[in-house]
């Protein structure tokens, strides 16, 4: 028993009179007669089933069951065979019921039809992303995934993916009705892991998890849990001209996620959406996507249910040259009348090229949702013509920008627009303006407190700062401005503002102007000040020097020179002395000056 019996072919192994006794060993060098591939090892078993796939029936009685190596089945081992020699599907499931994981060896396999249903506790491993490949058959109108979640959308857990090529058949020369389903697509998984992998050429999206908060959406009766895509390439999947409808989808599409991670990935040429990913704790790492037809990043709500939350930190990621936004937190997706709340961060990221390199928006009103967003040392480059650097517009709380630098962004650095969220505040410090449009502009952001600290504003082509509406205050504290065509600081309707201190106030034009509403109120802060145009001064105008902003140590050497024009309507305007301990806070004492 313990000498194995070798054949040339199964074939030749099935045809054999011999009867071999139960135990025997026997070996064949390929496996079948399509492909010179697959060689095997067998056990002569009584108890066996056979299948023609891994297990085979003997002329001479009973069975050749197949041997497995560490629980990982050779595809060809179980007739699978290459793509122009035949269709592997059924012999991938047959391996994938068999056995613990399958192993995709060199070459290109043809999957068609409803795909490989992947069990549980599994592994699919190849030899390379561009070595070991699955590809969908030419038939366009064969729209299913490649890989996929288990019969009536059950969900699968506990799943690695290494190391395979999926390659869809989206031909544009050879339209699809509609677009597909995806190359990889689950609901409701939990566990997986998908690594070193390449998909390319699908009529939907490359990857696809689809999850849900509500229990009323069979099939997708919960989010999916602990995902980790790494070392993946997202490549040319989606694209309108595969199909004849409109349709166009993402290089890789997350909807309902928990616990997901991405490292190291690239999205290149893809339909819609590089990245489209939405859920609680997303985590984007040293990812690049390039020249999509919709955003390069897209962080998002859910789509079901009627409550949610989504969180995201993407960190050392680049985005250029897609025809939508770079980096985009967007919370307009979800069901009208129900309540999300979004949470974006994106720190030490590079934009350049991009339909607005940085964008946010959201529902538009306090009752549907909520945008929290941070963009912390970031780059912001080179916007295409007609947008901007940074595009905020919206239901937006909490803006934070920090240590962010907008270069030659030709319709302006950033701009904060009809942010209608009472009580939000906007902040940008540290940051830098050089060779922009209009570097910064606040426009109609009712009841927005807004804070511009120490930046710099310089070779701009425009104004540097543009302040227009009924903002419930903004500050203005260390800023340097130099070289700008237009104005450094042009105010107009806002109802409160500090003027704190700038330094290297010179530009072109060599003036400031700030218009204020019969209701404004100024502040102009300790330190050497120059406002060279003040319009207001209208019955009750308050126009207030703060002499401290640290307990009540007064600074005697304020000065503020307001050159002509300074227009009043009346006499009755105030100029006062005062003390204050936070600007955001009343002002605790005032004096005539």
């Given at each position: ?421 009472i009580e939000s505040t906007v902040s940008f410090s ?37 302040g227009v509406g009924d903002s419930d ?121």
């Open positions: 028993l313990s000498q194995a019996y070798e054949f040339a072919t199964v074939a030749e192994m099935t045809a054999s009179a011999v009867v071999f006794p139960v135990g025997k060993k026997l070996n064949t060098i390929v496996n079948n007669t399509l492909s010179n591939t697959g060689g095997a090892s067998y056990v002569v078993s009584d108890t066996a089933t056979a299948d023609g796939y891994g297990n085979h029936a003997l002329t001479g009685g009973n069975v050749a069951e197949l041997l497995l190596e560490d629980g990982l089945a050779d595809i060809t081992k179980f007739a699978a065979v290459y793509f122009d020699d035949g269709d592997s599907t059924d012999a991938i499931n047959k391996a994938c019921e068999l056995a613990k994981g399958i192993l995709i060896p060199a070459g290109v396999f043809k999957v068609s039809g409803a795909g490989i249903r992947c069990p549980n506790d599994f592994t699919v491993k190849g030899l390379g992303k561009y070595t070991s490949i699955l590809k969908k058959t030419t038939d366009v109108t064969d729209l299913a995934p490649i890989l996929r979640e288990r019969s009536g959308f059950l969900p699968v857990s506990n799943l690695t993916v290494d190391s395979v090529g999926f390659i869809g058949n989206g031909d544009e020369n050879n339209k699809a009705p509609s677009k597909g389903a995806g190359l990889i697509r689950f609901y409701e998984s939990y566990n997986i892991l998908i690594t070193d992998c390449l998909f390319t050429k699908s009529t939907g999206y490359g990857v696809g998890f689809q999850g849900s908060w509500s229990s009323g959406d069979v099939g997708k009766k919960g989010p999916h849990e602990d995902t980790k895509i790494i070392n993946c390439e997202f490549i040319e999947n989606g694209r309108q001209e595969y199909t004849d409808a409109s349709d166009s989808d993402d290089g890789i599409d997350f909807k309902g996620s928990v616990r997901l991670t991405v490292d190291n990935c690239t999205a290149k040429g893809n339909g819609d959406k590089g990245f489209d990913l939405r859920g609680i704790d997303v985590t984007v790492t040293n990812c690049v996507s390039y020249d999509n037809q919709g955003a390069g990043f897209n962080h998002g709500v859910e789509t079901y249910g009627t409550e949610r939350t989504s969180t995201g930190v993407f960190t050392n990621c680049i985005a250029h040259g897609n025809a939508g936004v770079g980096f985009n937190c967007n919370g307009q997706y979800g069901v009208l009348g129900a309540l999300s709340t979004i949470y974006s961060s994106f720190n030490s990221c590079i934009a350049y090229n991009n339909v607005h390199n940085f964008s946010a928006q959201s529902a538009g009103s306090n009752a549907f949702g909520v945008t929290h967003l941070s963009i912390s040392n970031c780059m912001s480059r080179n916007s295409t013509t007609g947008t901007r650097g940074l595009q905020i517009s919206g239901n937006i709380r909490d803006l934070s920008v920090v240590g962010t630098t907008f270069t030659e962004n030709p319709d302006g650095g950033a701009s904060c627009n009809v942010i209608d969220n540290g940051c830098v303006f050089k060779g922009n449009g209009t570097a910064l502009v606040l426009s109609e952001n009712l009841g927005v407190r807004q804070a511009v600290n120490s930046c710099v504003f310089a070779d701009n082509l425009g104004q540097a700062i543009i205050g903004i500050l203005l504290s260390g800023n340097v401005y130099d070289n700008n065509v237009g104005r450094n600081i042009n105010l107009t309707g806002i109802n409160s503002l500090v003027y704190d201190n700038p330094r290297g106030s010179r530009s072109v034009s060599d003036q400031s102007s700030i218009t204020l509403n019969p209701e404004s109120k100024l502040y102009v802060a300790s330190g050497s000040v120059e406002i060279n145009e003040i319009i207001g001064g209208y019955d009750g105008q308050e126009i207030k020097i703060l002499l401290s902003t640290v307990g009540k140590s007064i600074v005697t050497s304020s000065t503020i020179r307001l050159n002509s024009p300074f227009v009043a309507t009346t006499t009755r305007s105030l100029i006062t002395l005062c003390y204050v301990t936070n600007f955001w806070q009343e002002v605790s004492r005032s004096e005539n000056a």
